[in-house]
């Protein structure tokens, strides 16, 4: 039984370069949460998908980063034109249903991002 | 803006003693509160929670307390084991939904054989 998955691990890309975060939730999880955690800070909520659908983005930095969560496979973070401030562990996390208390969240290992 | 504190980054304790770490916030909308374990390069996973309806849950070795005037919360791990070794963070959750959660800044503990 998979967890939440996430890939790349780590991925380093020089300023200026795309970088594409991918998450695949849990079996039958239709429910997608993506964080960000900053060198010596806690986790940071960015943005909430269902599937199609971007239910709350309001952790998004405007400008550069994008999320989808399409009908078919994983869902995508994505960060235009990388600033060595985009430097982070991205967490993925999904749930059944809309989670009404973090327990029912599942957390991915994290993929790491460093730019050079 | 940090809704919510740890405000000791580490902290250590013998095998077999009591842990106690704290938390800190100051959103009085908060109703729900977690502490999650995390691993070096592993997500954080769930332990235990907490509705503001209380001020105590209890689970094996692990008792969260939530005081509510005082908007504090602290994690008490007894007896404390090597295998809890970790950074343990602290979340909680608005009324109004909780998709966002908001993490504390995390403390490392570390459990000295």
């Known amino acids: 039984n998979a967890g939440v998955m996430q890939n790349p691990r780590h991925l380093v890309r020089r300023r200026g370069q795309e970088a594409r975060l991918r998450c695949s939730p849990m079996?039958?999880?239709?429910?997608v949460y993506w964080y960000r955690q900053l060198p010596e800070e806690g986790l940071k909520f960015m943005v909430y998908?269902?599937?199609?659908?971007?239910?709350?983005e309001s952790g998004m930095p405007k400008e550069r980063f994008s999320a989808e969560f399409p009908k078919e496979g994983p869902s995508i973070l994505r960060i235009q034109q990388v600033v060595r401030g985009d430097s982070a562990a991205y967490f993925c996390?999904?749930?059944?249903?809309?989670?009404?208390?973090?327990?029912?969240?599942?957390f991915g290992e994290g993929s790491w991002l460093t730019v050079v | 803006d940090q809704q919510v504190k740890q405000n000791s980054p580490s902290l250590s304790v013998q095998e077999g003693r009591i842990s106690i770490l704290n938390c800190d916030y100051t959103?009085?909308?908060?109703?729900?509160f977690l502490w999650y374990k995390k691993y070096p390069a592993e997500g954080p996973t769930f332990l235990i929670s907490?509705?503001?309806?209380?001020d105590k849950n209890e689970d094996g070795r692990f008792t969260v307390f939530l005081n509510k005037s005082a908007k504090h919360l602290s994690l008490h791990i007894v007896p404390s084991q090597p295998g809890d070794s970790a950074v343990y963070f602290c979340?909680?959750?608005?009324?109004?939904?909780?998709?966002?959660?908001?993490f504390g800044t995390g403390t490392r503990l570390t459990v000295i054989p």
């Open positions: 996390a999904s749930s059944l249903r809309q989670s009404r208390s973090g327990n029912t969240i599942y």
């Open positions: 079996k039958g999880h239709s429910h």
């Open positions: 998908l269902q599937k199609e659908n971007i239910i709350d």
């Open positions: 959103n009085s909308m908060f109703d729900y």
């Open positions: 907490i509705s503001s309806i209380k």
């Open positions: 979340a909680a959750t608005l009324k109004t939904g909780a998709n966002n959660l908001f």
